[in-house]
């Protein structure tokens, strides 16, 4: 369905067009208040990367997490729901937040820069899994941790239609790769633990994944 840089750009045309629904699309804050964000032990005056940020919606936890002297990071493709982001940012004053405008795998990140990394509802609609990844593999510092919560888009059980059906939405729309993100993760990480999420994950829809791995 194309090559990298193509689906890269249909991915980058997709979620601007949606950037005028953020608030709908948003379940970041609250997925990230149910798994719980001390997963990734952070403290104050640490640094922490975003992963597809979109709006931002994660970024006052975060913020919360580090302190007035930490950092947060959100990298986003869609310079649209960067604007979205920027709003936040000044509405709520979050002034530890930096954002950078790129496709996660290609990303400029400080190897070894962050003391964790989170990444919800993000890699399930990236073009290259194992390239974003392996990005944030190379900016986190070592024995530091990436969380993520996101759909899983592994066709199986009772939901397997409607997973497949919004497998091949992200293909088609948003120049996904929709891989197994367990596997991939395995793949790049030292350790990998698969969480049992409270919030909707045997549901008939939308199954979920979620899981710490540690670089």
Known sequence: MGGHDERVERGRRYWDNLSS?????ERTASALDTVGLDRLG?????SVLDVGCGAG???PALCDAVGPDGRVVGVDLSGAMLDRA?????EH???QVELVHAEISGAELEPGGFDGAVAVFALSAVA???GALRTVRRALRPGCRLLVVDLDLVPRGPAAPLTWATRQLYR?????ATDD????????FDAVEILDLPLGAGSRWAPLVGLVATA
């Open 57 to 59: 919606a994660a970024f």
């Open 93 to 95: 004053r979050l002034w």
């Open 42 to 46: 952070l403290g104050a005056g640490q």
């Open 128 to 130: 290259d899994v194992d």
């Open 86 to 90: 920027r709003e936040r940012v000044a």
């Open 21 to 25: 629904f953020a608030p709908a699309l």
């Open 172 to 176: 088609r729309r948003a120049g996904a």
């Open 181 to 188: 993100l367990a596997a991939a993760a395995r793949a790049v």
